[in-house]
């Protein structure tokens, strides 16, 4: 028996139901939602990259100013792209996920608002 189950008074969660539950799936469908449009962007633009990289030499290797070419800055993009999609799923989380889950947890233990 784990701790939080030696703790918790009271029978074991219904977790089919909880499954089932409207909220529940409200929160599966916002997480999804946002989720896999945002994978399949970012595998493509990293796929872009790589074709670009392997097939457009002569792209890639165009000079915008001094040493610095299209090749490089579309690599520090992959970089700043990921730091941007860490920042919209906070974002996404703080406003659309954790509301829900916070009142799924809550009314999982007992002590719903």
Do not use: C
Request: aromatic share 14%; proline share 4%.
């Amino acid at each position: 028996m784990s701790t939080t189950e030696e703790t918790r008074s009271g029978p074991s969660p219904d977790w089919e139901a909880i499954d089932q539950s409207a909220d529940f799936i409200v929160l599966r469908r916002r997480l999804r939602t946002f989720v896999f449009p945002m994978t399949v962007a970012f595998l493509s633009w990293y796929l872009l990259y790589v074709l670009l990289s392997d097939y457009a030499h002569d792209f890639m290797s165009t000079k915008v100013w001094g040493n610095i070419n299209i090749g490089l800055i579309l690599g520090l993009l992959q970089f700043a792209s990921t730091f941007l999609i860490t920042w919209l799923y906070a974002r996404h989380a703080n406003r659309n996920l954790d509301p829900i889950a916070d009142k799924i947890r809550h009314e999982i233990e007992g002590d719903a608002k």
